[in-house]
Protein backbone atom coordinates (compact mmCIF):
# COMPACT_ATOMS: atom_id res chain seq x y z
CA UNK A 1 0.00 0.00 0.00
CA UNK A 2 1.30 3.40 -1.04
CA UNK A 3 0.69 5.93 0.77
CA UNK A 4 0.86 10.14 -0.11
CA UNK A 5 0.98 12.32 3.06
CA UNK A 6 0.66 15.35 1.66
CA UNK A 7 -2.92 14.55 -0.35
CA UNK A 8 -4.04 11.91 2.54
CA UNK A 9 -3.82 14.29 5.79
CA UNK A 10 -5.97 17.16 4.01
CA UNK A 11 -8.17 14.22 2.88
CA UNK A 12 -8.81 13.43 6.47
CA UNK A 13 -9.34 17.21 7.18
CA UNK A 14 -11.76 17.79 5.21
CA UNK A 15 -13.72 14.18 5.60
CA UNK A 16 -13.78 13.95 9.06
CA UNK A 17 -15.02 16.91 11.28
CA UNK A 18 -18.55 16.31 11.73
CA UNK A 19 -21.14 19.29 10.03
CA UNK A 20 -22.89 19.46 12.96
CA UNK A 21 -20.31 21.50 14.66
CA UNK A 22 -20.55 23.87 12.36
CA UNK A 23 -24.44 24.33 12.82
CA UNK A 24 -25.33 27.32 14.57
CA UNK A 25 -28.51 28.53 16.80
CA UNK A 26 -30.11 29.21 13.86
CA UNK A 27 -30.35 25.74 12.75
CA UNK A 28 -33.23 23.89 12.84
CA UNK A 29 -34.09 20.18 12.09
CA UNK A 30 -36.70 18.43 10.22
CA UNK A 31 -37.57 14.70 10.02
CA UNK A 32 -37.72 13.04 6.39
CA UNK A 33 -41.34 11.07 7.36
CA UNK A 34 -42.54 14.77 7.48
CA UNK A 35 -44.44 17.01 5.20
CA UNK A 36 -41.74 19.32 3.23
CA UNK A 37 -44.10 21.45 1.77
CA UNK A 38 -43.08 25.22 1.93
CA UNK A 39 -39.18 24.09 3.68
CA UNK A 40 -37.23 23.19 0.57
CA UNK A 41 -35.83 26.91 -0.01
CA UNK A 42 -34.76 27.25 3.67
CA UNK A 43 -33.14 23.99 3.37
CA UNK A 44 -31.35 24.91 0.46
CA UNK A 45 -30.93 28.48 1.60
CA UNK A 46 -28.97 26.44 4.30
CA UNK A 47 -24.95 27.27 2.92
CA UNK A 48 -23.58 24.38 4.86
CA UNK A 49 -25.45 21.95 2.46
CA UNK A 50 -22.92 23.35 -0.42
CA UNK A 51 -20.10 23.12 2.14
CA UNK A 52 -20.65 19.41 2.95
CA UNK A 53 -20.95 18.84 -0.41
CA UNK A 54 -18.09 20.21 -2.04
CA UNK A 55 -15.43 19.27 0.90
CA UNK A 56 -16.66 15.75 0.41
CA UNK A 57 -15.48 16.15 -3.24
CA UNK A 58 -11.89 17.49 -2.71
CA UNK A 59 -11.61 14.85 0.19
CA UNK A 60 -12.79 11.87 -1.58
CA UNK A 61 -10.50 13.19 -4.46
CA UNK A 62 -7.72 13.29 -1.84
CA UNK A 63 -8.71 9.94 -0.63
CA UNK A 64 -8.71 8.25 -3.87
CA UNK A 65 -5.33 9.55 -5.02
CA UNK A 66 -3.66 9.27 -1.24
CA UNK A 67 -4.07 5.82 -0.66
CA UNK A 68 -2.78 2.86 -3.88
CA UNK A 69 -2.30 -0.29 -4.25
CA UNK A 70 1.63 -0.92 -4.40
CA UNK A 71 3.03 -2.63 -7.55
CA UNK A 72 3.70 -6.11 -7.20
CA UNK A 73 1.86 -7.24 -4.14
CA UNK A 74 -0.21 -10.35 -3.81
CA UNK A 75 -2.51 -11.48 -1.44
CA UNK A 76 -4.28 -10.60 1.32
CA UNK A 77 -2.13 -7.30 1.81
CA UNK A 78 -3.12 -6.48 -1.98
CA UNK A 79 -6.02 -5.39 -0.67
CA UNK A 80 -5.03 -2.90 2.21
CA UNK A 81 -5.63 0.14 0.59
CA UNK A 82 -9.41 -0.81 -0.13
CA UNK A 83 -9.89 -1.43 3.23
CA UNK A 84 -7.90 1.55 4.35
CA UNK A 85 -10.21 3.37 1.73
CA UNK A 86 -13.48 1.68 3.02
CA UNK A 87 -12.72 2.50 6.95
CA UNK A 88 -11.96 6.45 6.32
CA UNK A 89 -14.80 6.93 3.89
CA UNK A 90 -17.27 4.78 6.43
CA UNK A 91 -16.03 6.83 9.70
CA UNK A 92 -16.25 9.87 7.37
CA UNK A 93 -20.36 9.53 6.56
CA UNK A 94 -20.73 7.77 10.23
CA UNK A 95 -19.79 11.26 11.68
CA UNK A 96 -21.90 12.82 9.34
CA UNK A 97 -24.83 10.92 10.51
CA UNK A 98 -24.40 10.33 14.69
CA UNK A 99 -23.05 13.42 15.28
CA UNK A 100 -26.37 15.53 15.38
CA UNK A 101 -27.75 18.00 18.04
CA UNK A 102 -31.27 16.97 17.42
CA UNK A 103 -32.05 14.14 20.40
CA UNK A 104 -32.67 10.77 19.25
CA UNK A 105 -32.11 11.74 15.45
CA UNK A 106 -29.32 11.38 12.61
CA UNK A 107 -28.51 13.91 10.28
CA UNK A 108 -29.05 12.86 6.67
CA UNK A 109 -26.10 13.50 4.91
CA UNK A 110 -27.17 13.96 1.35
CA UNK A 111 -24.95 16.12 0.36
CA UNK A 112 -22.02 14.90 1.68
CA UNK A 113 -22.67 11.08 0.39
CA UNK A 114 -23.25 12.65 -2.74
CA UNK A 115 -19.89 14.56 -2.98
CA UNK A 116 -18.07 11.35 -1.72
CA UNK A 117 -19.29 9.76 -4.83
CA UNK A 118 -18.58 12.65 -7.12
CA UNK A 119 -15.04 12.65 -5.77
CA UNK A 120 -14.17 8.99 -5.48
CA UNK A 121 -15.30 7.80 -8.78
CA UNK A 122 -13.65 10.04 -11.14
CA UNK A 123 -10.14 9.36 -10.35
CA UNK A 124 -10.74 5.59 -10.59
CA UNK A 125 -10.19 6.17 -14.57
CA UNK A 126 -9.83 7.86 -17.25
CA UNK A 127 -12.59 9.01 -19.91
CA UNK A 128 -16.13 9.94 -19.31
CA UNK A 129 -16.97 6.80 -17.74
CA UNK A 130 -16.64 7.70 -13.93
CA UNK A 131 -18.01 10.56 -15.04
CA UNK A 132 -21.39 8.92 -16.53
CA UNK A 133 -21.30 7.12 -13.58
CA UNK A 134 -21.63 9.08 -11.45
CA UNK A 135 -24.19 11.69 -12.87
CA UNK A 136 -26.67 8.85 -13.55
CA UNK A 137 -26.16 6.96 -10.31
CA UNK A 138 -26.81 10.39 -8.46
CA UNK A 139 -30.20 11.22 -10.45
CA UNK A 140 -31.38 7.96 -10.30
CA UNK A 141 -31.30 7.44 -7.11
CA UNK A 142 -32.69 11.23 -6.73
CA UNK A 143 -35.43 10.35 -8.77
CA UNK A 144 -36.35 6.86 -7.29
CA UNK A 145 -36.04 8.10 -3.50
CA UNK A 146 -38.41 11.50 -4.46
CA UNK A 147 -40.96 9.00 -6.76
CA UNK A 148 -40.79 6.04 -4.10
CA UNK A 149 -41.34 9.29 -1.11
CA UNK A 150 -38.79 7.53 0.59
CA UNK A 151 -35.87 10.09 1.03
CA UNK A 152 -33.73 7.77 2.67
CA UNK A 153 -34.29 4.95 -0.24
CA UNK A 154 -31.41 7.91 -1.63
CA UNK A 155 -28.82 6.10 0.77
CA UNK A 156 -28.88 2.19 -0.47
CA UNK A 157 -29.96 2.76 -4.02
CA UNK A 158 -27.45 5.42 -4.58
CA UNK A 159 -24.96 2.52 -3.26
CA UNK A 160 -25.85 0.00 -5.26
CA UNK A 161 -26.32 1.98 -8.23
CA UNK A 162 -22.99 3.36 -8.01
CA UNK A 163 -21.68 -0.25 -8.51
CA UNK A 164 -23.74 -1.45 -10.78
CA UNK A 165 -23.36 1.71 -13.26
CA UNK A 166 -19.57 2.09 -12.49
CA UNK A 167 -19.36 -2.26 -13.35
CA UNK A 168 -21.13 -1.19 -16.35
CA UNK A 169 -19.07 2.13 -17.61
CA UNK A 170 -16.14 0.75 -16.11
CA UNK A 171 -15.63 -3.05 -16.25
CA UNK A 172 -15.55 -5.31 -13.55
CA UNK A 173 -11.48 -5.13 -13.12
CA UNK A 174 -13.02 -1.57 -10.76
CA UNK A 175 -15.72 -3.89 -8.76
CA UNK A 176 -13.59 -3.40 -5.43
CA UNK A 177 -12.69 0.44 -5.98
CA UNK A 178 -16.02 0.99 -6.72
CA UNK A 179 -16.97 -0.87 -3.45
CA UNK A 180 -15.72 2.21 -1.35
CA UNK A 181 -17.99 4.73 -2.83
CA UNK A 182 -20.57 1.83 -2.48
CA UNK A 183 -19.66 1.36 0.75
CA UNK A 184 -19.62 4.95 2.34
CA UNK A 185 -22.78 5.77 0.49
CA UNK A 186 -24.78 3.03 2.21
CA UNK A 187 -23.44 3.75 5.51
CA UNK A 188 -25.75 6.50 7.11
CA UNK A 189 -28.60 4.17 6.15
CA UNK A 190 -27.11 1.15 8.05
CA UNK A 191 -26.71 3.16 10.72
CA UNK A 192 -30.20 4.23 11.55
CA UNK A 193 -30.99 0.98 11.50
CA UNK A 194 -28.68 -0.39 13.98
CA UNK A 195 -28.98 2.47 16.42
CA UNK A 196 -32.75 3.33 15.48
CA UNK A 197 -32.86 6.99 14.91
CA UNK A 198 -34.99 8.92 12.80
CA UNK A 199 -33.00 10.91 9.90
CA UNK A 200 -33.58 14.57 10.06
CA UNK A 201 -32.16 17.66 7.75
CA UNK A 202 -31.07 20.66 8.63
CA UNK A 203 -32.38 24.07 7.41
CA UNK A 204 -32.23 27.85 8.15
CA UNK A 205 -35.09 29.12 10.47
CA UNK A 206 -37.36 32.15 8.67
CA UNK A 207 -36.85 33.92 11.82
CA UNK A 208 -33.37 34.18 11.35
CA UNK A 209 -33.25 34.86 7.64
CA UNK A 210 -36.34 37.59 8.06
CA UNK A 211 -34.17 38.95 11.05
CA UNK A 212 -30.72 39.08 8.47
CA UNK A 213 -32.76 41.10 5.68
CA UNK A 214 -33.89 43.86 8.10
CA UNK A 215 -29.96 44.64 9.16
Known amino acids: MLIVWFKLLPALLLLLPPVALFQRDHVRYRALMRDWHGHWGKTFAHGLHAVDFFRAVLGAWLLAEAITRAPGIRGVMGYASIVVQIAII ?95 ALTPWMLTLLFPRHFVVAFRSRAHIDNQKLR
Do not use: H, R, W
Open 90 to 184: SLAAGLQTMICKEADAANAPFAFVAGLVAGFVPPLAAGYAPFLTVSFALILASAIAAGANTPAAFFPVLSLLVTGLGILFMGQGMMLSLAVASVG
